[in-house]
């Protein structure tokens, strides 16, 4: 697969970045389409709208850590 996309969601699970931004991010990234609405939060809308658009560095605002 992709070395970028592997790079990246190890590097937000290092930096301790919300999993809905990661999951989000993931499926937004790999073009998946986005879940049933009643599952979507903001975390999720902002990971894939990164991963759709290939930004690799607008995690830091979701960081827990």
């Not at 809308?45 to 560095?57: E, F, I, P, R, V």
């Amino acid at each position: 697969m992709n070395k970028t996309y592997y790079d990246t969601i190890s590097a937000m699970e290092k930096k301790g970045v919300d999993k809905e931004y990661i999951n989000g991010w993931a499926c937004g990234f790999l073009h998946n389409p986005k879940r049933e609405e009643q599952r979507l939060n903001d975390a999720y809308n902002a990971g894939y709208d990164d991963g759709h658009a290939g930004k690799t560095d607008g995690y830091s605002s979701w960081s827990k850590k």
